[in-house]
Each structure stands twice: as structure tokens, then as C-alpha cells.
């Protein structure tokens, strides 16, 4: 190809984007831009304080609510000329936090942060405040594991079932068995919130980078795979232990290379998971080497 065919070879090209691009934007006749084009939702500032912000013009009432506050209540935002609602809360201690924006009664996923918590309920969304106290589980440069998102049949619930399971660094090379630990989440979330509101994975590198665990898989089911809410003493009218010992179990032992003795078995739950807890050491005795409940507290019903 010489430079004339060259040259009119790179104007054809050029011709037919710019083409498309005109006709692109043919599709979207009268756009104009407004206040939320550019908003940050979020501001963190230097001494730990949260700014929430969001441009709802028309709206008459916007509060926040989320686990960063100290009491109970929403907070109210302010509105300015421009339609953009407002409000600072903090300091705060760094950690991660969810928080639900309501506008005007109705519970809105903030549209300008992509980082949401998955839950029983919906979507919340995620704010970080970095610091000292949060190092622990900050996203850093050591080795990562593989956080697997995995779906099985479940024969006891005739259904297929997900579930979430960390791996180690240098997991597929491993030829030893490890050891394995279930944890379980709260009422309110499901097999995602560990990995997304907990950072359980990033906790995990972060502790083996440290050399302050051992390898290990970890295991996040769903803990309402029967639907509903039990909260008693006792496995016989909830589902979930019917299937966490027929479907689950069976199926990590059989596709991961854990130990399948009670020694190297562990089971830790939060909340409702923390009232399973208490019955996997009560009923369960022979299955597990190590059990953690956490912040639960068994509900008598009669």
C-alpha cells in the first residue's frame, strides 16, 4: 500500500467513527447535564468525618441511616439550591460501614458508589474510612487468596444452593489436607456478607502474610436455605442442619482438599450464625474441634 492509498485508508476509518459517534448521540436528543453528573456521594475527610451527599431535585425528604452511627435513627439531610442533599456525621472510627440512603420513604442504592453489601434484604452500600484501626483489614500488597462463588444441588432441599469458599495463596499446589472452618453470617445477610461488609478473604491474606495463621479453607454458606427465621434451642425444625451435614459438608469434603476429622473442623457464626454456633457445640459435638459463637443469645419461644 502506498502513502496515497495509506492516507485515504486512515480517512475512511476516521470518517466512520466519527459517523458513529454522531449517530450515537442522535439517540440521546436534549441531554443536559446537572448537579449529579459529577457528585461524590462520599467524602471522607482528614479527621475520620463522613460526607453523604445526594442529588434528588425533587425529592422532599432524604435521610441516612447505616452501622456507622452511635444511636439509632436516620439522619436527615439538608437540601441546597441546586437539589443536592447533604450531611456530615463523624468522626468515626475507621472501619467499614454500610449505609442506606431513603428518599422520601423508599430505600435508594446510592448511584454513585459501586461498592454494595449483598443481604437477606437487598443491597446496602459500603463506605470505608481508612486508618490504623482498620489495617487489619485493608486491601494490601501480599499474597492473595481465591474467594469462590459456588453453586451445588442440594438434594436435601431438592434445589440448587450457593455458597461462598476461600482458598489459600498457593492453594492449588498444596498436596496436604487443611483444615477448614464454617462460618456462618448474621439473620439479616447472607453467604456474600462475610466476603463483602466482613472482607473475611482480605482478612485471611492479611493474617498469613503476617505468619499469625495457618492455611485454611474457609466455608460461607446460607444459613436460611429452608427459608424463614429460627431461632431456638434445638436442629430439629430448622433445615439448614439437615443440610449443612448431607449437602454441604459431603460436598466440601469431596471437592476441596480439607481434613474430614473433628479436630481440623471449626464453626463460627455471628448473630443467628452465633445461635447456630451454640447448637453445632450442643448437638454436634463429635463434628467439630472448635466452635465460636458470636454476639448471639438463644430466643426461648413458647
Not at 31 to 60: C, E, N, Q, V, W
Not at 109 to 120: F, H, T, Y
Not at 178 to 186: I, K, M
Request: aromatic residues 12%; hydrophobic residues 40%.
Amino acid at each position: 500500500m502506498n502513502k496515497i492509498s495509506k492516507y485515504l485508508y486512515g480517512a475512511a476509518i476516521v470518517g466512520v467513527l466519527v459517523s458513529c459517534y454522531d449517530s450515537a448521540n442522535a439517540q440521546f436528543p436534549g441531554f443536559k447535564p446537572t448537579p449529579g453528573d459529577t457528585l461524590k456521594s462520599i467524602r471522607i475527610s482528614a479527621d475520620h468525618k463522613i460526607t453523604f451527599s445526594m442529588y434528588a431535585p425533587k425529592a422532599s425528604d432524604v435521610t441516612v441511616s447505616g452501622d456507622f452511627q452511635k444511636s439509632y435513627g436516620a439522619l436527615k439531610l439538608q437540601k441546597d439550591e441546586l437539589g443536592i442533599w447533604t450531611v456530615t456525621v463523624g468522626p468515626v472510627t475507621p472501619d467499614l460501614y454500610s449505609y442506606d440512603f431513603m428518599v422520601d420513604g423508599l430505600k435508594v442504592v446510592d448511584p454513585k458508589n459501586i461498592q454494595v453489601k449483598e443481604g437477606a434484604g437487598g443491597y446496602s452500600n459500603l463506605v470505608e474510612v481508612p486508618g490504623k484501626e482498620s489495617d487489619y483489614q485493608a486491601i494490601k500488597n501480599v499474597p492473595h487468596g481465591r474467594l469462590t462463588k459456588v453453586w451445588f444441588y442440594a438434594e436435601s432441599l431438592g434445589a440448587m444452593s450457593r455458597v461462598h469458599i476461600y482458598t489459600p495463596p498457593g492453594y492449588e499446589k498444596m498436596t496436604e489436607k487443611l483444615p477448614v472452618l464454617y462460618l456462618q453470617h448474621g439473620g439479616g445477610d447472607n453467604d456474600a456478607s462475610w466476603a463483602t461488609a466482613g472482607r473475611a478473604n482480605f482478612i485471611l491474606d492479611n493474617l498469613l502474610a503476617d505468619g499469625k495463621i495457618k492455611p485454611m479453607v474457609v466455608v460461607m454458606p446460607y444459613g436460611n436455605p429452608g427459608g424463614g427465621f429460627f431461632a431456638g434451642v434445638g436442629v430439629d425444625t430448622d433445615p439448614y442442619y439437615n443440610y449443612f451435614f448431607k449437602d454441604l459438608v459431603p460436598y466440601v469434603e469431596a471437592n476441596y482438599k480439607v481434613a474430614a476429622s473433628r479436630e481440623n473442623r471449626a464453626y463460627a457464626g455471628l448473630s443467628m450464625g452465633g445461635l447456630q454456633a451454640l447448637n453445632m457445640a450442643i448437638f454436634f459435638p463429635e463434628k467439630f474441634g472448635y466452635v465460636l459463637p458470636l454476639s448471639t443469645g438463644f430466643l426461648l419461644i413458647t
